[in-house]
């Protein structure tokens, strides 16, 4: 993997670790002036640009596995990696950071539920392929909301470490037709699948429509779950430093 998309850059023009520093800053502010709609924003999108930084740091972690033939390796830092993506859970504390306020957004304008299928369809293409199912623009508009993260984004990266689990498995190189292919398939077939949602009446304008389900996490206050990633992100480094120095063999 070299970019992210088709426009972006694996490349990092900063120290990660300043990043940290700050989220840590952050959640000890908004701790002590209580809740504050700007910094809620502020919050998630600081930690899921850490989460970003941690992943592709883990990443390089397993393409050295893959590359050294390592299973152990590669199977211990692709668990880690999938669990990134339940920072779904803590992007889904801002509406405007769901995928379903969008897609209901979209459907609200549909005269009927044929038209708000087709508009749905609209909407989550715009922000995943921009296109057909061989779109060069795959992630042009991409957006790091709460039903992405965990229903497109998650399953896409679990059938690339499949991949390169079954190729060291059988000891043979990636068929990376086959995989762009079955890529290119669950993408398609994301975007097809419509919602259950109800079309608007007309007692309901497209600028005003129903408040947001509640999320699942409302019970769990959103730094709360910003302080537990970081807890769970500790926990991982220094699990993985211990396999490094307890497997000499390790390509970690």
């Known amino acids: ?14 120290d990660p670790m300043k990043l940290v520093s700050i989220m840590r800053d952050l959640q000890v502010f908004y701790g002590a002036i209580g ?10 999108d600081l930690l899921v640009q850490t989460v970003g930084n941690d992943a592709l740091s883990l990443y390089s972690m397993i393409v050295k596995a893959y590359s050294n033939g390592d299973v152990s390796a590669l199977a211990l830092t692709t668990e880690y990696f999938l669990q990134f993506f339940q920072i779904d859970a803590l992007v889904a504390k801002l509406p405007k950071y769901r995928l379903s306020t969008w897609v209901n957004d979209a459907r609200s304008w549909g005269a009927d539920k044929a038209e708000s299928d087709w508009l749905e369809i609209n909407a989550k293409t715009q922000v995943t392929l921009w296109g057909d199912k061989r779109s060069t623009l795959t992630q042009y508009a991409y957006k790091m909301w ?18 390169l689990q079954q190729s060291l498995d059988d000891g043979v190189p990636i068929n990376m037709t086959q995989f762009t292919n079955n890529v290119e398939t669950f993408e398609y077939n994301w975007t097809q699948k419509v919602s259950d949602a109800p079309v608007a009446t007309g007692t309901e304008s497209p600028e005003q429509p129903q408040a947001q389900a509640a999320s699942p996490t409302d019970a769990t206050s959103l730094l709360d779950l910003s302080i537990q990633y970081l807890e769970w992100r500790a926990q991982m480094l220094a699990h993985l430093q211990k396999a490094i120095h307890t497997n000499n063999k390790s390509s970690l």
């Open 1 to 14: 993997m070299r970019q992210i998309g088709c426009c972006a850059t694996l490349a990092l023009y900063y």
């Open 35 to 44: 809740d504050s709609e700007t910094l809620e924003y502020d919050l998630v």
């Open 146 to 163: 709460s039903g992405l993260i965990a229903d497109f984004y998650q399953p896409r990266w679990a059938l690339w470490f499949k991949a």
